[in-house]
């Protein structure tokens, strides 16, 4: 019991730290991207007076003439950020201009640069230009109102991060699209080396191949796919000396599996246990072999890792369309819950199969493995053998455990993501084996 709760303990740490490195890629939203998101949420006088309705039970409400100036604002406001895109038609109509515009109400006067807009700048101006006029004193918003009021907008985009796009467009489900500013590979470097290096350039693959399949649903479902086999194939190239000393780790299971039993007391005796760590290096050493190249498969399956998450989970793209009812963006354990949506049942047959794919590519090298050690013949219990394999085998588990749960959380393209990643793993665990056999023979 007390191994199972160390084990335990180390696997809800790794899950933590797989989630905390998750957020080390940074989000590309940039800070107009969120001014929409909060007028599409909260702007128009509808939805804003349900807003008011919530924050009524806590704090005081302005008047209806701060709303009234608020709104006239809004419209100069909007009507300058139309003007600065280079429009000079003052026959506009007011709504199609607030639906377009009215977002800069919480952004400042700088167009130059996406990079640069500041949020709540114009809000901001306008709160004191109306508080400071002594006609107005009682009637505009108080302090507690302002940070509650703001708190509930940032709160509502603290998850926001589908917006990396090469193309500004409008991005979402039906009836609830926004518009997403299109980013370039500079914008991302901007954002740091992870983000420029493999974040960005993932996502935009993901973006050109859903358009070039039509993106249709389908096509970012192809797309993730192809993206999924290029990556693995680029990971493939980088560790292959990797891959190969793994395999050949495999092939040499029965030989170890000897020399553990030749020394059945190493797990004890000191004199033992440094003779078959000796005889272990030397069998290494003899067919090429170096042990510690396996770390290398990890340090860079693991950020790889982070990027591809981040990337498909920032894809604006994403958002729109969906296959078998199934948004690829949407978290996959909140569509398996969704019972009434139909896209529960898609949702819960791709959980399914990537836990099932997952499970096979993870136990296949050790079911060959235990096939492999059946043929050797037994020389009496190894304290030290069975030692290494139980810990070998609950570390195999509680890996695959934080995938299966990791999977519920992450979107839904992660899953299909982790699918095709077994799959290959699969076919390449296979393939090796098959080619190792036969240079043995």
Known sequence: MSKFKKWFKV????????????????????????????YNTYGTVEKRDELLKNLSATVDIPSQEFWTELDEETINIATKEYQ????????????????????????????SNINERQLWVNFDKFVNDFNSKTENRGKG?????????????????QNYRTCITPETGLYGSSGDKVEIEGKDWGYA?????????????ISWGVHQLS???????????LAIIVITIIVRGLMMLVTFKSTAAQSKMTALQPELAKLQAKYPNSNTNQYEKQRLAQEQMNLYKKYGINPLSQLLVLIVQFPVFICVWSALQGAAILTSDSVLGLELSASLGSEMINFSSPSCITAIVLFILMSATQIVSMKLPQWQQKRANKKISKMGKNPA????????????????????????????AMGVYWLISALISLAQTLITQRIMGKKKQ
């Open 385 to 412: 053998m069975d030692k290494t394999q139980s810990q070998t085998k609950m570390m195999s588990n509680i890996m695959l455990i934080m995938i299966i749960i990791m999977g519920i959380s992450l979107p839904s």
């Open 11 to 38: 696997s809800i740490g790794l899950l933590f730290a797989g989630f905390i490195l998750s957020g080390c890629t940074a989000n590309f939203c940039s800070n107009r991207d969120i001014a929409i998101k909060w």
């Open 141 to 157: 918003p108080t302090s507690d109102f302002l940070t509650s009021y703001k708190n509930t907008l940032v709160t509502s985009t």
């Open 211 to 221: 358009i070039l399949f039509g993106a249709n649903g389908w096509g970012q479902l």
């Open 189 to 201: 470097w901007n954002k740091g080396l992870l983000e420029g290096l493999l974040v960005y350039p």
């Open 84 to 111: 600065a895109k280079g429009s000079s038609d003052t026959n506009f109509d007011t709504e199609e201009i607030l639906q377009s515009y009215g977002y800069a109400l919480f952004l400042d006067d700088n167009y």
